[in-house]
């Protein structure tokens, strides 16, 4: 069985910088990409940033150039650096994972939950 693990959240003011983690633990081949997603109140999730397996990331337009996504294949770990937050950062995020095993499996995380006050 797969697991994702999320570590990071918290509450930081405006301008402030938070990093996420995300560890992938259990039986299975490969991990093809690994990601966050978030989701404000009363709205749908979105995707934040993506990372696939070669190295090509993706990233929402709204962080583009404040948030990082990284990842440590040796450790099965992804990472997401968030500089200069905002309030409208405020969400739970959640972090994702496309794993094969016998086949492509989609995996979410608990979520973690961000704060960015004013």
């Known amino acids: 069985q797969v697991q994702l693990v999320e570590s990071g959240g918290g509450l930081v003011h405006t301008g402030g910088s938070l990093r996420l983690s995300c560890a992938a633990s259990?039986?299975?081949?490969?991990?093809?990409?690994m990601g966050w997603y978030r989701q404000a109140p009363g709205k749908q999730r979105d995707l934040v940033a993506l990372i696939f397996s070669s190295g090509t990331t993706t990233y929402a337009d709204s962080v583009k150039g404040r948030f990082t996504i990284s990842r440590d294949n040796a450790k099965n770990t992804a990472y997401l650096q968030m500089n200069d937050l905002k309030p409208e950062d405020t969400a739970v995020y959640y972090c994702n994972a496309r794993i094969r095993s016998t086949a492509l499996y989609n995996y979410w995380g608990q979520g973690t939950q961000v704060t960015v006050s004013s």
């Open positions: 259990g039986t299975f081949f490969s991990i093809s990409a």
